[in-house]
């Protein structure tokens, strides 16, 4: 037998603890067979379906199959473990989500399964990708091909941005006009991406990402970011006169007005709908760059505001901006500047209040990689490959220590992107680096190691048709060695 290329660890997020057992493996073949309990068929059907693309032939599912998926309520809900002898692969769950991210991890090896056991659960309980529909739409069908994506690196949160002053792209029952009007032709950065999900579409979503275990976060972004709101509805302006449409990347410039009652029976409206339509317990309501909106005013907006997702049975999150205000107790704050200490995020943190990570110099998906990046802005600087990966959560911010922290979460804004293939290649390989940092536990995490378990990826998404960013300090690996 040749050597395995392949180590029982190679796969990322790094597991928390590998133990192999040397010169023993097991190969996946057309006809192998995965043996399921019930609660797990789609977990099952989900591998069956995966492996067979892998092994370009059927994966049966049925008793006796050499892949064995089991439940094991000893185990954390997201934990599991793979024991893989030379006959059979047993994966254990604590649930079907734990046994998903083990059947994700079995997909990264396989076909041929090096020996030993891995134990492996995540760091933290929410680990994020964003996605801006605002600034660019992409339809229900492209944001369900990249969910397929962030799963194989146990990516389970997706945020969509789905308002901002270029484009709304949510239906709103009563309010046909936001996307009639702000989600059609000519919206989004250059008017370049119009669109907008129905209530059906966006269930559909939903539905999808639930099924591979990721919740759906939407966000409506206020009281900031709203030209496109005041442009298909001139009276809830400051003095009911039009504004005009805005397709430029300028931040900070309108503010849904504090002071109009209206203004507060809209925004109920608008929580109400998107709570009904989304089963996951968060609703993001934004609250970021209010440059324009007086400070009393963003208080007392948000004095009205927070309290809104509660009462349609959401947890808010909000931009850490919000946290200069009083927070409700569950409310989640996301942290998104460069700055190396902020005040009012600490002292949220000292009060039981979540923090949600997401440092634009470290995390932003948006930023360029170097100056010759095509796409991507830089005002966070660049973020290569080692800066996504290189730093810790619980360092970032001073008076945050790790049981403050909720998690992680890699943003990618629209302004730039034009196409799915744009997403890509400022997703990958950034995003397999992110989603280490929130799963696997800083001991085990290395750079050396990484870069190398990283370049494998370069034939799978080659093969994967991905574009992905070659960058030039990993070692990628152009073909499988004969
Ligand atoms: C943000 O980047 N304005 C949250």
Redesign the pocket.
Known sequence: MRPLTKQLGDVIPVPASVRPVPATSFTILPGTGVSTVPEASGVAAYLASELAKTVDGPIPIGPGGAIVLELDPSLAAEAYTLTAGESSVTLRGGTPQGLFWGVQTLLQLAPEVPGGVIEDEPRYEYRGAMLDLARHFFTAAEIKAHVDLLVQFKINHLHLHLTDDQGWRLEIPGWPRLTEISGGEGTGVDGAGPGFLTLAEYADVVAYAADRFVTVVPEIDMPGHVNAVHYAYPSLTADGQPVRQRIDAE?GYSSLVAGKEETYAFVEDVIRAVADATPGPYLHIGG??CHSTPAEDYRAFLARVLPLPGKYGKRAIG?HEIAAVELPETAVV?Y?RIEAADENTARAATEGRRIIMAP?DRT?LDMKYDPESPLGLDWAGHVDVRRSYDWDPADRLPGVPEEALLGVEA?L?SETLRSVADIQYLTFPRLPAIAEVAWSPRSVREWESFRTRLAAFGPRWEAAGVNFHRAPEIPWITAEPA
């Open positions: 931040v970021d760059e931009w996301q998104w634009a932003y943003p804004w």
